[in-house]
């Protein structure tokens, strides 16, 4: 996703000639198209509909999209005054807090959207440079992400040996975030700076196919020899010896260490506990949620059942028939191996370690 806007000093400049853009992912692999999002229900929608997703580029593309909603007090050259400023923004973040419930990236960029703006009105700055200043936090938003998914990448690589075979479940790669992405970028690192051979196994990632749609076309992309299985097949490959460890992402990891990610991430723990194979998830400190003090707390988004009975317009289960569809599900601490942040690798994973790697300010070098 993207900020579009003309090269310009003045950072209002660009907030009010830039526009929000994504590419819509739902089209993907078929068809590679960007869209604009200029208005906050468009993105909205774009975060619902899984246009944008995974919990980086959900918090990335709301922080966008708060910019988006300040646009229209500005529009045909109108000047809002301060206090109709500050409430668009409040309405802007809790508005955009409704689109998706588990990835807690996204309530943290929201927050830190808010805080800044907090801060400029009690700073007491106009609202051209209050709306410049939270355009630039949108983009720090985004220019950080990009830059810790490399230093994930690097951290993960360490596991990743030549001749290897890796298994992933969903997509966390740079379609889910920034760039790059997280449990992706340990292959991209250990692909491109290391020069590792080594195959990935995706997971197809029922019912939505994130695996099939969007990590296999980025793998391919970046020139990783991958292979798509059905989710089901992962066990097998496991039993079969043919996945050395297992790495991905997260949309909100608790306290105690448990982690909710793509439904599904759960099975794959259990495999790779009952099969002897390393388990890593690969996560920013925006992903962890300390005030939870277990997974139990973290809540879970249930979807259409249409999802499962006519994906991608095909029907596929008879009519009237019960759906049970969470889109996300709980994998406890201690079936994970590993946790790699930005900020070194959480191992063993204990409410002790994540405390200390978590909550250290300072990226560790
Ligand atoms: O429903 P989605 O596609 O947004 O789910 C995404 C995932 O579960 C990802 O694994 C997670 O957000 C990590 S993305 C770096």
């Given at each position: 996703m993207r900020w579009n806007a003309p090269e310009t000093t003045n950072a209002y400049e660009a907030f009010i000639a830039g526009r929000f853009e994504a590419l819509d992912q739902t089209l993907l692999p078929t068809r590679v198209e960007w869209r604009q999002w200029r208005t906050i229900e468009s993105v909205w929608e774009g975060i619902k509909a899984l246009r944008v997703r995974g919990a980086p580029a959900i918090g990335i593309s709301a922080s966008y999209g708060v910019c988006v909603g300040l646009q229209t007090l500005f529009e045909e050259g109108a000047h809002p005054s301060a206090e109709s400023f500050y409430a668009r923004l409040e309405e802007c973040a809790q508005y955009l807090a409704t689109s998706r419930p588990t990835a807690v990236n996204l309530f943290w960029a929201l927050d830190r959207m808010t805080a800044?703006?907090?801060?400029?009105?009690?700073?007491?700055?106009?609202?051209?440079?209050?709306a410049g200043a939270l355009l630039t936090e949108a983009r720090a938003i985004h220019d950080e992400d990009v830059a810790l998914c490399r230093r994930m990448g690097r951290y993960g690589a360490q596991f990743v040996k030549d001749g290897g075979g890796y298994l992933t479940h969903c997509n966390a790669g740079g379609l889910a975030t920034g760039e790059y992405g997280t449990a992706l970028a340990v292959f991209y690192?250990?692909?491109?700076?290391?020069?590792?051979?080594?195959?990935?196994?995706?997971?197809?990632?029922?019912?939505?196919?994130?695996?099939?749609?969007?990590?296999?076309?980025?793998?391919?992309?970046?020139?990783v020899p991958t292979t798509l299985a059905c989710d089901s097949v992962a066990a097998t490959l496991m039993r079969q010896g043919?996945?050395?460890?297992?790495?991905?992402?997260?949309?909100?990891?608790?306290?105690?260490?448990?982690?909710?990610?793509?439904?599904?991430?759960?099975?794959?723990?259990?495999?790779?506990?009952?099969n002897g194979?390393?388990?890593?998830?690969?996560?920013?400190?925006?992903?962890?949620?300390?005030?939870?003090?277990?997974?139990?707390?973290?809540?879970?988004?249930?979807?259409?059942?249409?999802?499962?009975?006519?994906?991608?317009?095909?029907?596929?289960?008879?009519?009237?028939?019960?759906?049970?569809?969470?889109?996300?599900?709980?994998?406890?601490?201690?079936?994970?191996?590993?946790?790699?942040?930005?900020?070194?690798?959480?191992?063993?994973?204990?409410?002790?370690?994540?405390?200390?790697?978590?909550?250290?300010?300072?990226?560790?070098?």
């Open positions: 800044k703006g907090r801060e400029l009105r009690a700073n007491g700055a106009s609202v051209e440079d209050a690192w250990a692909h491109e700076e290391e020069g590792k051979k080594f195959r990935v196994f995706a997971d197809e990632t029922r019912p939505l196919l994130q695996g099939a749609r969007l990590t296999a076309w980025e793998l391919l992309q970046n020139g043919k996945i050395d460890a297992v790495f991905v992402g997260a949309d909100r990891i608790a306290a105690n260490g448990d982690v909710a990610n793509k439904i599904g991430t759960y099975s794959v723990a259990l495999a790779a506990r009952a194979v390393p388990f890593y998830v690969v996560a920013p400190r925006s992903t962890f949620d300390l005030a939870l003090d277990s997974g139990d707390q973290i809540p879970i988004e249930e979807r259409a059942p249409e999802e499962v009975t006519s994906p991608y317009g095909r029907v596929v289960a008879p009519d009237g028939v019960d759906v049970y569809n969470p889109a996300f599900d709980v994998t406890p601490a201690e079936l994970v191996s590993g946790i790699v942040t930005e900020n070194g690798v959480v191992s063993p994973v204990t409410r002790e370690t994540i405390a200390r790697i978590v909550g250290e300010n300072q990226m560790a070098e």
